[in-house]
């Protein structure tokens, strides 16, 4: 399950990014804390200061999957995690030289986003290098561990924080700036010969397009981006989902929220966890199965009568929500060229947290209008739709065979092979006897 801790440099990585990313917890718990204090509680300002900081991801990552091919990617994250370190550190003195504005928030949010659009596909890109293909699935997989484990410590701490600073926000933004500082230590102490790094893309024009076309080009590819894409806008929105079954339908207060959050993120870390023991590049009926029961999952979340029935059956959902984006991720990373992982994992990215702004809205829209437990329904349906929709094309001439078990559960979707048309048959029979199709002896 730890295999990748073997490796000296990603050891490194990993333990600094634990660290790293419960600072980035904490930094967010208290932005949205610094900006409601700031705003007078106004909900439209929060949003605002949300759509700054993931906003850039649509526009920049792109090119930050360009850069990573282009350069190398230890000295980029060195460079980009720095920026993050010293913009976290400025709204933190500013935080507590009591000189903050509503404007500094909205603006630093903006820059730390822009330079994470750009840094998000680099470390996506150089895990590949600090294990090799070998290790890749179990690396991504801890990864997800890590970040999981961070989203369950990092507000918890952020919280008592500011509690014990009577409501200043200044001590979480500080320590995040500190958090850098380890995973920087690290890049540096890690010894760039153990790397599996790939030749630098020379700079040219139209690598951009390169890499969508590559993309493209790939059937496989398409499949997992396409399903990314459609789970990602639908169905992992679990912060709008649950707050409001929490409230609308439970009618219960932001204690009982929190427990909720924790249980979704109880079963991300063990769908991580389970993840973690997989050794080979998943198969692309694995990414279907994976998405179809997360989506039966979710609309089963949406039936729940009761609130401790919603809560455990949140455990399995978050389980099967990160089995799925753990599989995807290591799908793509493991089937493209070296130089063009950067911009792929870049065209994944944007696939996968792209259509969030477009989806949540919805999401709460039809739950407003609908009721709570439709945002869940209708998730859910949107990825079982899709899943069968993938499942139909992946079976064009093939035979497909649904088997499914009670006691243990399980259930496995078996593709044969690729039907061969007739003509193609008796092409290669001929060949196969030595003739040339559509000549004659003489």
């Known amino acids: 399950m730890f295999r990748s801790l073997r490796v000296r440099n990603y050891r490194f990585y990993a333990a600094s990014n634990l660290v790293s990313l419960t600072g980035t917890w904490m930094q967010r718990i208290g932005q949205d804390w610094l900006v409601l204090q700031l705003s007078d509680d106004n909900g439209v300002a929060l949003g605002l200061v949300t759509a700054l900081q993931f906003g850039p991801t649509l526009l920049l990552s792109l090119y930050g999957g360009v850069l990573a091919d282009r350069y190398p990617k230890r000295r980029m994250l060195v460079a980009t995690q720095t920026l993050m370190g010293l913009l976290a550190l400025l709204l933190g003195v500013l935080v507590a030289g009591d000189a903050v504005a509503l404007w500094h928030v909205f603006v630093l949010a903006g820059a730390l986003g822009s330079v994470s659009a750009i840094d998000a596909p680099v470390r996506q890109a150089f895990v590949a290098e600090l294990v090799g293909p070998e290790l890749l699935p179990n690396a991504v997989s801890l990864n997800s561990t890590i970040f999981n484990g961070a989203r369950l410590v990092g507000p918890a701490v952020a919280g008592l924080l500011i509690g014990a600073a009577s409501g200043d926000t200044a001590p979480a933004f500080l320590v995040n ?179 969030t702004p477009l989806g949540a809205p919805l999401i709460g829209w039809v739950s407003e209008r609908f009721g709570a437990p439709w945002g869940f329904v209708l998730g859910g349906t949107v990825a079982v739709t899709a899943g069968a929709v993938a499942a139909v094309w992946l079976a064009r001439g093939r035979r497909v065979r649904l088997e499914t078990h009670a006691v243990p559960p399980w259930v496995q979707l078996r593709v044969g092979p690729r039907a061969v048309p007739p003509a193609r048959v008796r092409a290669a029979a001929e060949a196969a006897a030595g003739e040339v199709p559509g000549t004659q002896d003489s």
């Open 177 to 355: 700036a500190a958090s850098f500082a380890f995973t920087i230590g690290a890049l540096l102490r890690m010894r760039p010969g153990e790397l599996h790094s790939s030749p630098p893309v020379a700079r040219a024009r139209g690598q951009l397009r390169e890499g969508l076309a590559y993309a493209w080009a790939r059937p496989d590819l398409r499949l997992a981006m396409g399903l990314a894409l459609v789970l990602g806008t639908f169905t992992f929105n679990s912060q709008v989902t649950i707050a409001l079954m929490a409230r609308e339908v439970f009618d219960l207060g932001a204690q009982a929220f929190g427990l909720l959050t924790t249980c979704f993120a109880l079963g991300s870390l063990s769908g991580a966890l389970l993840s973690s023991r997989r050794s080979t590049r998943p198969r692309q009926r694995f990414l279907v199965v994976a998405a179809v029961v997360f989506g039966l999952f979710c609309i089963a979340c949406g039936l729940m009568p009761t609130y401790w029935s919603f809560a455990a059956l949140l455990v399995p959902t978050g389980a099967a929500g990160l089995v799925f984006s753990v599989a995807a991720n290591s799908f793509v990373q493991l089937g493209v060229d070296q130089q063009l992982r950067g911009r792929v994992m870049a065209l994944y990215f944007v696939c996968f947290l792209g259509g």
